[in-house]
Structure formats: C-alpha cells, structure tokens
C-alpha cells in the first residue's frame, strides 16, 4: 500500500477539475487525473508533470460501468486504497432553455453525469476509501442545487432545469452518505466552486474566490 496520499479527480483534464489536480499536487498528494478524452487528458497531465507535479492520467467516463470497473481494479492492484475522491465531472446541456420545453433525453442524459456516474463510482471506489486512514470524499456542486436559493427572489439562478436538478440530487447523496458514514474515518462534503471562467462558465464568470477554502474544509 501506498505510503503517499492517493487522489482520483473525475473530468480532471480541464477547469475546475485540471486546477485542484494542480493544487493537491503541489501539496505533495498523488493526483491521478479522470478523463475521458483522452487526447486532451495527456495534453493536461503534460503540462502538470513538466512542473515536476506527481500526476498520472486514467481513462475514466463516469457514465460507463466498464470505465467504473476498470479504474477500481486498477487503483485497487496499483496503490491498494484510495484517500480522496474528488467527484467533478459534470455537464451542463439545458443553458437557454425553459423548464416546460427542455427535452426529456437532455434530462436524462444530465442526470447520467452528474448524478447516476458519481453515485456509481462513489459506490464502486468505497471499499477503497475504506481503507484510507481518513478519506474523502468531495462532489462538487453548485448553488443552483440549491432549492432555498431558488426560492429567494432576490437570487437571479438560471433555471437550467436539467443541471440545477442534477444538482440537487447530488446535494441529496452528499448528505445521506455523509449519515451512513459519520462514524467512520470518512467525511463527505459538497463543494460549490461559484461562477468560474470554464468552458461551462464561459469568459463572462465573476471567478470564485472562495472555492479553494472551501474545498480545502472539506478535505480536513
């Protein structure tokens, strides 16, 4: 087993998801990067390991249970644990749409990413994080899950449908899990990284200066 801390970051090659596998790196973790595009994962995990950073780069879609399988096994055969999981791959497909008109395969097919995946690999890494000395896991969500915010008229949320429920659904899990498993070693937190300048974002993003903190509480 590995002496080293041993991270998995989903949708690791771009974003939110290629700045943490940064940060954990530079904190002297083990970063192994989830892709699933695995041209633009290589170009990523290259530009981190020629900053001399202890990355590696895993095929993995959240969405394929064979991908699920096969990066279990291989954690499983390489390091022998796992201590954080970072759940980060998400879409957001409905932008401009209202919520009477967005189709019912763009629902689904949301709802495959940025819920069922993360239930899926979150279930199939487990025993893995079991045996960490004091694992992690972080999904990171959004305001937009959240249904108080949503009520507040003084909140101007896009009511993206499709994401914004996803998200909910995957603040839902955060907690539950977080009960099943508070007398364990493991803490389970949701961290919303605000309005970032990714693709998702677009260039118009105000940033998110609290991210970081916050991921970093949720990692303690």
């Known amino acids: 087993?590995?002496?080293?801390?041993?991270?998995?970051?989903?949708?690791?090659?771009?974003?939110?998801?290629?700045?943490?596998?940064?940060?954990?790196?530079?904190?002297?973790?083990?970063?192994?990067?989830?892709?699933?595009?695995?041209?633009r994962g290589q170009i990523a995990a290259n530009q981190l390991l020629?900053?001399?950073?202890?990355?590696?780069?895993q095929h993995l879609d959240v969405t394929d249970t064979f991908r699920i399988e096969a990066i279990?096994?291989?954690?499983?055969?390489?390091?022998?644990?796992?201590?954080?999981?970072?759940?980060?791959?998400?879409?957001?497909?409905?932008?401009?749409?209202?919520?009477?008109?967005?189709?019912?395969?763009?629902?689904?097919?949301?709802?495959e990413t940025n819920f069922i995946g993360i239930v899926a690999i979150t279930q199939a890494l487990l025993p893995l994080i079991y045996k960490s000395e004091a694992g992690r896991i972080v999904n990171i969500s959004s305001g937009r899950g959240s249904l108080t915010q949503h009520s507040d008229p003084s909140l101007h949320y896009a009511k993206t449908l499709a994401y914004n429920s996803s998200k909910t659904a995957l603040n839902s899990f955060t907690v539950m899990l977080a009960a099943e498993l508070k007398d364990t070693t493991i803490k389970v937190n949701s961290a919303d990284p605000g309005w970032c300048r990714t693709d998702m974002g677009t260039e118009v993003a105000t940033g998110a200066s609290h991210f970081c903190k916050s991921l970093k509480k949720g990692l303690k």
């Open 1 to 39: 087993m590995s002496h080293k801390k041993i991270t998995l970051i989903t949708g690791a090659n771009k974003g939110i998801g290629f700045e943490i596998s940064r940060q954990l790196a530079q904190q002297g973790i083990k970063v192994v990067m989830g892709v699933r595009d695995a041209t």
């Open 72 to 111: 279990r096994d291989y954690l499983d055969k390489t390091y022998g644990k796992l201590d954080i999981l970072i759940n980060n791959a998400g879409v957001c497909l409905d932008v401009g749409q209202q919520p009477s008109q967005v189709g019912l395969d763009m629902i689904r097919q949301t709802f």
């Open 50 to 57: 020629q900053t001399g950073l202890d990355v590696e780069l």
